[in-house]
Structure formats: structure tokens, C-alpha cells
Nanobody, 127 residues
Framework: QVQLVESGGGLVQAGGSLRLSCAAS????????MAWFRQAPGKEREFVAA????????YYADSVKGRFTISRDNAKNTVYLQMNSLKPEDTAVYYC????????????????????WGQGTQVTVSS
């Protein structure tokens, strides 16, 4: 059974940091492009960050650029999202996703372009 399991969410004050992890199982994800999305109440799911399977390429939403860092450890089948300088507007459920058919190092930005999803982890940033 293919699974993506997120962890590391929680409640943090504005300006604080969290590190999210996404552990993959059931198949090898080392050749997949991986991404993080988030969804706040009443809003659509939005792209946060993506990383190519080689880790050579990353891409960030403007809203998180310079504050968040995506990384991966293919030996552990795990992708990470380091979130610094958190703001109340970062409050959302964060999801990791896998694209098993990346075109070279192209990074997709739309939720429907990803085939595998985790169940999400809640991040709440208090002001």
C-alpha cells in the first residue's frame, strides 16, 4: 500500500519555526518529484514548494520564498519542509504529494498534477 505520512505540525508563535516531514512507503519515491501544498479553512489547496528527484531544482511560492526550505533524503524516502519566520497566514493543513512521472526536472505546481497524497498535518501560527 502506497502511503505518504506527514508529521511535525503543531502550534507555534509568530516568528517561530517548524520542520515538517513526509515519510513515503509502499514504493520507492526516489525518482518522484515531491511537493508540499497547504489548505486553510475555506480556501483552495495551494502550492508551497517542490523539489526535483535529484534535489537539484526547487521552487517556492512567493509567499514562502526566503522563509521555507524543501529538502529530501532519498535513502530514507523522506521529504522535509523547514519553515522559519512563521506568520499567522501560514496557518493551514500541510500536505505532501508525489509526482511519479516528472519530465526531467520539471516541477509541477497544480494539485491535480500529483498522484499521491498524505493525510495532512495541521500547522497553527498564533499572533
Amino acid at each position: 500500500q502506497v502511503q505518504l505520512v506527514e508529521s511535525g505540525g503543531g502550534l507555534v508563535q509568530a516568528g517561530g519555526s517548524l520542520r515538517l516531514s513526509c515519510a513515503a512507503s509502499g514504493r520507492t519515491f526516489s525518482k518522484d518529484a515531491m511537493a508540499w501544498f497547504r489548505q486553510a479553512p475555506g480556501k483552495e489547496r495551494e502550492f508551497v514548494a517542490a523539489i526535483s528527484w535529484t534535489s537539484l531544482y526547487t521552487y517556492y511560492a512567493d509567499s514562502v520564498k526566503g522563509r521555507f526550505t524543501i529538502s529530501r533524503d532519498n535513502a530514507k524516502n523522506t521529504v522535509y519542509l523547514q519553515m522559519n519566520s512563521l506568520k499567522p497566514e501560514d496557518t493551514a493543513v500541510y500536505y505532501c504529494a508525489a509526482d511519479p512521472t516528472p519530465i526531467r526536472d520539471h516541477l509541477r505546481l497544480k494539485p491535480h498534477e500529483y498522484d499521491y497524497w498524505g493525510q495532512g498535518t495541521q500547522v497553527t501560527v498564533s499572533s
